[in-house]
């Protein structure tokens, strides 16, 4: 009859693959060192700040020297929680040595993932109370506002929508008769000047008849010639459109810039994550080593 072998399992089988101990260790340690290397980084930038413009770093000094303290805080911090995750871990008995370097390899994974979910959590958390607190004082001070602007708007009869459409209509052949002396001839010229430069807002440019008698209204408000008028409305309808352009390019350079700023924390969160588990790897190589020397001096 043949002997039939019974392998007894191994000890350490009854052993969970994670140890939450050295990974909450790690990730105290990577959220810690995140903080001082943060603080540090706070008071070398403001050494970057003059007051005096001549001595003062550019933006865009200030923007990449930021981006790169940000990334470099990310990779220390990574590589000092993977270390200490494997390091403090203790030595698996009866385990492959392959399997004993991915084990090493997810604590520091994991104990990267542990401190960044802490992070964003406390980022967000702090966002999130920055942005109630502007949103009150916002609301106060558009509501303010709004109160304020709806009794002037009242009171110059500017709060009807189809505002536009009725000076349109009772355009007087002489705008000079609208113009007249004195505060109500004031307010009324402003206003309707005010409602067609808002629907030449709305649709992108101001029509050549709106340019004609904003030209007409001007020369009988100020006592310029028409020509002289119609060089001063074009003057300004050109400074608004440039206004503009400055505000649609500034919008999509940020547009721009918080793409890039989004892809580049992507990568170096994902480039921090490799370096804990390189980290978490050697730290347990170490550990092995160190308990490897420390028998052969017994022996």
């Given at each position: 009859?043949?002997?039939?072998?019974?392998?007894?399992p191994?000890a350490?089988?009854?052993?969970?693959?994670?140890?939450?101990?050295?990974?909450?260790?790690?990730?105290?340690?990577?959220?810690v060192a995140?903080?001082?290397?943060?603080?540090?980084?706070?008071?070398?930038?403001?050494?970057?700040v003059?007051?005096?413009?001549a001595?003062?770093?550019?933006?865009?000094?200030?923007?990449?020297s930021?981006?790169?303290?940000l990334?470099?805080?990310?990779?220390?911090?990574?590589a000092?929680?993977?270390?200490?995750?494997?390091?403090?871990?203790t030595k698996?008995?009866?385990?492959?040595?392959?399997?004993?370097?991915?084990?090493d390899?997810?604590?520091?994974?994991?104990?990267?993932a542990?401190?960044?979910?802490?992070?964003?959590?406390?980022?967000?958390?702090?966002?999130?109370?920055?942005?109630?607190?502007g949103?009150?004082?916002?609301?106060?001070?558009?509501g303010g506002?709004?109160n304020?602007?709806?009794?002037a708007?009242?009171?110059?009869?500017?709060?009807?929508p189809?505002?536009?459409?009725?000076?349109?209509?009772?355009?007087?052949a002489?705008?000079s008769?609208?113009?007249?002396s004195?505060?109500?001839?004031?307010?009324a010229?402003?206003?309707?000047?005010s409602?067609?430069?808002?629907?030449?807002?709305?649709?992108?440019?101001?029509?050549?008849?709106?340019?004609?008698?904003?030209?007409?209204?001007?020369?009988a408000r100020?006592?310029?010639?028409?020509?002289?008028?119609q060089a001063?409305?074009?003057?300004f309808?050109?400074?608004?459109?440039?206004?503009k352009?400055?505000?649609?390019q500034?919008a999509?350079?940020?547009?721009?810039a918080?793409?890039?700023?989004a892809?580049?924390?992507?990568?170096?969160?994902?480039i921090?994550?490799?370096i804990?588990?390189?980290?978490?790897?050697?730290g347990?190589?170490?550990?092995?080593?160190?308990?490897?020397?420390?028998?052969?001096?017994?022996r």
């Open positions: 009859m043949a002997n039939v072998t019974v392998e007894t191994l350490e089988g009854s052993r969970p693959a994670v140890v939450w101990g050295p990974i909450f260790a790690g990730a105290f340690a990577a959220i995140t903080v001082v290397l943060m603080l540090l980084g706070s008071g070398l930038g403001l050494t970057l003059s007051p005096w413009s001595e003062s770093a550019s933006l865009t000094t200030i923007a990449a930021t981006a790169i303290w990334v470099i805080v990310q990779w220390l911090s990574s000092l929680g993977g270390y200490l995750s494997g390091r403090l871990r698996w008995v009866g385990v492959h040595t392959d399997e004993v370097f991915f084990r390899t997810a604590h520091g994974f994991m104990a990267w542990v401190a960044t979910l802490v992070i964003v959590g406390l980022i967000g958390l702090h966002t999130t109370t920055l942005l109630g607190a949103t009150q004082v916002a609301a106060s001070v558009a506002a709004a304020a602007a709806g009794q708007a009242q009171s110059s009869g500017q709060n009807d189809t505002g536009y459409l009725v000076d349109s209509l009772l355009r007087p002489d705008p008769r609208l113009a007249t004195g505060v109500e001839g004031d307010q010229a402003a206003a309707q000047a409602r067609i430069l808002a629907m030449g807002a709305i649709q992108g440019e101001v029509t050549p008849e709106d340019r004609t008698y904003l030209a007409s209204l001007v020369a100020t006592g310029l010639a028409q020509q002289d008028a001063r409305v074009e003057a309808l050109t400074k608004a459109s440039e206004w352009a400055k505000a649609q500034a999509d350079e940020a547009r721009k918080s793409a890039t700023a892809i580049l924390a992507a990568l170096s969160m994902a921090g994550a490799f804990a588990s390189v980290a978490g790897a050697m347990g190589r170490q550990r092995d080593d160190d308990e490897l020397l420390v028998i052969s001096s017994a």
